[in-house]
């Protein structure tokens, strides 16, 4: 089984620079050693099982709220059987661009 989830974390009142908190949650998903990819709007992340991929969002979560008082966050998942997914979905897009 592969869980992808695609999730964005914005700082609320923390005023219209949020980059820095914004690499605070992105550093999280990349501690994590699960597959990742950080792009202007999401950072998604791959693993084997929902509670693994959602440990990863609430730490990351956790860290830009640690200093804001307020967090939004946006969440899209996507489960099915395999693996490898994160790149594979992007690969096939690019082959019928190509082709």
């Not at 999730?7 to 990742?36: H, K, M, Q, Y």
């Amino acid at each position: 089984m592969s869980v992808l989830v695609a999730f964005s974390v914005t700082p609320i009142g923390t005023g219209e620079d949020v980059g820095e908190l914004v690499a605070e949650a992105v550093r999280v998903v990349r501690a994590s050693g699960l597959p990742n990819r950080t792009d202007a709007m999401f950072t998604t992340v791959e693993g084997e099982t929902w509670d693994e991929v959602l440990a990863v969002v609430k730490d990351a979560v956790a860290a830009v709220e640690a200093r804001s008082s307020r967090v939004s966050v946006v969440l899209k998942a996507d489960s099915r059987p395999g693996d490898g997914r994160l790149e594979a979905k992007v690969a096939t897009v690019e082959r019928h661009l190509a082709g």
